[in-house]
């Protein structure tokens, strides 16, 4: 890439509205780094459940997300992970998707204290350039400063189908009406939270991906990138 090439990417959005698929193959194609902010708020959330700690408890859960030991690590399996997630020396990549991970994350999440905690790492890893960053505040607080800024959307109803498809993919059961059911609740505490709520940042380019394929919003933002 050349000089004038976007140096931060971030893409923001709603919950499965294909934010990860568009991150890895945005910094695959352009040799960058994808980070997946939501894996952070998921690690605290699943090591809560494990500790069996009160969710809404934001000075116990925030001492958690400052002593854990998180770690991002280049993928070593080929299973359909982008990444390796570790707390400590344990890899708990696929517990973070577990449905009672997936129910409590936003609770998590919407603690102030959290979010300072896992932001700044966030931001820091961010810093270093040639990225795609993929979470729910990377444009209008992690990184604002980003180059580019992708909001991408899609209906609840999208949403939950491709979830659905991706939990039986898993070879899982799941209830469609189930998962629409906590897509709508998890953007509701998204957006209305306090702290760094869910919305496009003011210069962030809105994609619909219920009209676009994969591969048109691939080729759409690779434009932007030129
Ligand atoms: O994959 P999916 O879009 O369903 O979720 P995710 O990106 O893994 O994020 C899980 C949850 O973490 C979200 O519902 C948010 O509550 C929270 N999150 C956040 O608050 N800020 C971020 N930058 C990333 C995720």
């Known amino acids: 890439m050349t000089s004038s090439s976007p140096n931060i990417i971030a893409i923001d959005g709603p919950a499965a509205s294909g934010k990860s698929t568009l991150g890895r193959s945005l910094a695959q194609t352009l040799g960058y780094i994808f980070f ?115 909001y991408l959307d899609a209906s609840a109803e999208e949403r939950a189908k491709r979830r659905y498809n991706e939990v039986i993919a898993r070879g899982e059961t799941a209830d469609y009406e189930k998962i629409l059911e906590k897509i709508i609740e998890r953007d509701h505490i998204d957006s209305t939270r306090a702290v760094a709520p869910l919305k496009p940042a003011e210069d962030a380019v809105i994609l619909d991906s219920d009209k676009m394929s994969v591969e048109e919003v691939l080729a759409h933002v690779l434009e932007l990138c030129k």
Not at 78 to 97: H, P, V
Not at 131 to 148: F, H, K, Q, Y
Request: glycine share 8%.
């Open 36 to 150: 997946d902010t939501g894996v952070m708020y998921r690690a605290v959330t699943y090591l809560a459940l494990q500790f069996d700690m009160d969710l809404r408890d934001e000075a116990v859960i925030t001492k958690l997300a400052q002593d854990s030991k998180l770690d991002v690590r280049p993928a070593t399996k080929e299973d359909g992970r982008a990444n390796d997630i570790m707390a400590g020396d344990k890899d708990i990549t696929w517990e973070l998707r577990q449905g009672n991970v997936d129910a409590n994350v936003s609770i998590v999440a919407a603690h102030a204290g959290v979010r300072t905690a896992l932001s700044a790492q966030q931001r820091k890893i961010g810093l270093r350039g040639k990225i795609v960053m993929v979470g729910r505040d990377i444009g209008t607080v992690v990184l604002p400063e980003a180059d580019i800024k992708v």
